[in-house]
């Protein structure tokens, strides 16, 4: 008889524990700013991450040394749709997504007063981007020269826009098969390497006997290896270091807005660049005490 | 001729029974090279990495910073992480998955059996991103609305967990608890005892080593989880200090899933440094199991 009336408990106890869940959940709607934030951030590997991380100052760099300084117990997805999902669902997050992927599922908020839009982006008004950039050293062969010449026509530029990034130039001219031959072999960022294999392919079609060799190793790999001369093209999703642009020609390949993101039901519509480090390092963690 | 047929029938059994002989003894050999394959592709691959970072700076450190320079890889904060979500999920999932299995067992009427047991059933077949999804959408807003913090939590792991070894722990358990000879529960019966009595304190404890299968087994499923858990535990490496049951958490097997996409070099040997000490507490509870087995078979 004891053992069933801990049985009842436990199950009685259940049952008050998802009435108590359905009653909160009706009574709270709308947004009260002395709620804790929610910070949601990328993986540590993620090529969206560094980016952000460095633009926003959340990487500390002294000398050699170079600490990200999350906050900790920031909610961390390996991927943007991941991001969005969380954000969507709870009022009091933010994270940070590329600008393609924006949708009317969360908020994108303005930086420093500039909203993100691709003209934004374009006039370099909004902050928060990053170029894709395609690297050689020296003078370039003609197999490259054509590649680039490929990557930055008017077909280049289209799959830059199917792919959601923010075309570098206006389209210029309609690129014209080559029939060259040979191989291409490309190093670098993860980020810029679903491009570049949309770009391959494209390029495989109108130029069958070409072929390339490719390396998704991170953007300071592969602008070591196109200094180094293993590679000939180095891809980087980064601006180039001092030091490594005076040892390379730098293409544009597109450039990619970084939002950030709150949930719809936030009041905030922008926030200063230097409250958003602040948040995401963990010297704010209310929205109230956001300017 | 007819000895001659006789013979030549036997001659084609014989054949048959060669042939099918390899072809088992094939069928075995796969699974066993399976296991020799992933063994050495986590040692050879996951004990250098090891070796380099250092054992005591890869397993007893909490600071996990693949991205800085000096890089640290310390997986503690994941091999607690994945402890706590682990106990929490039995803690959920134990005293609900044995009170169901009872009920099935010895009281469920059997037109509701009949529907019970299938759903069970379909609880087990259903995926684990299903799962992840369930979570995200349900289980994280409404800890987040009951309890308090943003809902990615241990808690919320726990409960996805609890919810995934139901069908584990109430399956192997109900046959466990059937498997009890009706001797005993007729002798207590006649002894005066209620039905009650009889089931808690005569017939459950007789089919405890089946029960503490079942929680093993579950145990081995919670701690190998990853995609449900990823989508509603935070993944955010905590330090011990700062661990709680609101908090975000990771665990060995989110922190492989989440970085292995980007990770290079050391980074990437890292995870599967990761993967050999998760593998280590796979081996551990299995040794536990086989141990329970032989003991309860000695009995």
Redesign the interface.
């Known amino acids: 008889m004891i053992k069933n009336k801990k049985v009842l408990f436990v199950v009685s106890v259940m049952i008050l524990l998802v009435l108590a869940g359905c009653s909160k959940e009706k009574t709270s709607s709308g947004f009260s700013s002395d709620k804790e934030i929610t910070v949601v951030a990328r993986d540590a590997a993620s090529g969206t991450r560094g980016a952000f991380h460095e633009i926003m100052g959340i990487i500390k760099k002294q000398g050699e040394t170079q600490v990200d300084n999350l906050v900790v117990g920031a909610i961390e997805f390996d991927g943007t749709d991941k991001v969005i999902t969380a954000v969507e669902g709870d009022k009091y997050a933010i994270g940070y997504i590329s600008l393609g992927s924006v949708s009317e599922r969360t908020k994108a908020v303005a930086v420093d007063g500039v909203k993100p839009t691709v003209e934004n982006v374009k006039s370099g008004a909004y902050s928060v981007s990053r170029p894709f950039l395609l690297v050689t050293k020296g003078s370039e062969n003609n197999l490259v020269k054509d590649f680039m010449k490929f990557a930055e026509s008017a077909q280049g530029q289209k799959i830059v826009n199917d792919m959601k990034y923010i075309a570098s130039a206006e389209a210029s001219s309609e690129y014209t098969s080559s029939g060259m031959s040979g191989t291409i072999k490309v190093a670098g960022s993860t980020s810029v390497t679903p491009l570049m294999e949309k770009l391959q392919e494209a390029y495989q079609q109108l130029n069958p006997d070409v072929k390339f060799e490719m390396q998704s190793n991170g953007s300071s790999q592969g602008i070591k290896a196109a200094i180094d001369g293993s590679y000939d093209i180095g891809m980087s999703s980064r601006e180039l270091k001092d030091e490594e642009a005076k040892q390379l020609n730098k293409h544009i390949l597109a450039i990619d807005g970084i939002a950030v993101i709150v949930n719809n039901d936030n009041t905030f519509d922008g926030l200063s660049g230097s409250d958003i480090t602040k948040i995401y390092t963990g010297e704010i963690t209310k929205w109230s005490e956001v300017k | 001729m007819v000895r001659s047929k006789i013979t030549n029938t036997e001659h084609k059994i014989n054949l048959y029974e060669n042939v099918m002989q390899i072809v088992f003894f094939i069928s075995a050999l796969v699974s066993v090279m399976a296991v020799i394959a992933i063994c050495l592709f986590l040692l050879l691959r996951g004990i250098p990495a090891i070796a380099e970072i250092g054992f005591m700076n890869f397993v007893f450190n909490e600071k ?7 890089a640290s890889y310390g997986i503690l904060s994941m091999i607690v992480g994945s402890m706590y979500v682990t106990a929490g999920a039995i803690v959920i999932g134990v ?1 609900i998955g044995l ?1 169901c299995a009872v009920f099935l067992a010895e009281f469920c009427p059997d037109n509701l059996y009949r529907i019970v047991k299938p759903a069970v059933n379909l609880l087990a077949g259903i995926p684990s991103i299903i799962y992840g999804f369930f979570g ?2 349900i289980v ?3 800890v ?3 309890f308090g913090g ?3 939590s241990i808690l919320s792991a726990s409960i996805i967990l609890g919810i995934m070894i139901l069908p584990t722990v109430i399956s192997i358990s109900e046959s466990s608890i059937r498997a009890v000879p009706s001797s005993y529960a007729e002798g207590s019966l006649g002894l005066g005892a ?1 039905k ?2 009889t089931v ?1 304190r005569v017939v459950v404890p007789a089919a405890k080593s089946g029960v503490l299968t079942s929680i093993i087994l579950g145990i081995g499923r919670a701690v190998g989880e990853t995609m449900a858990v ?2 509603v535990a ?6 011990l200090n ?1 661990i709680a049951l609101l ?2 958490i ?1 665990t060995l097997t989110t922190n492989i ?3 292995m ?5 050391l ?1 990437e040997a890292s995870l599967i440094g990761t993967g050999v000490v998760l593998f280590v507490f796979i081996i551990i509870l299995n040794t536990a199991l086989s141990l329970l087995k032989s003991k309860s078979s000695r009995n």
């Open positions: 996990w910073g693949p991205a800085n320079v000096p005293p009170l995200m959408e994280v807003p409404f987040r609305e009951s943003n809902g990615f209620t009650e009595e808690f990823v989508m935070g993944n955010s490496v905590m330090p700062k908090k975000p990771r899933v989440t970085e996409s980007y990770a290079s070099g980074h």
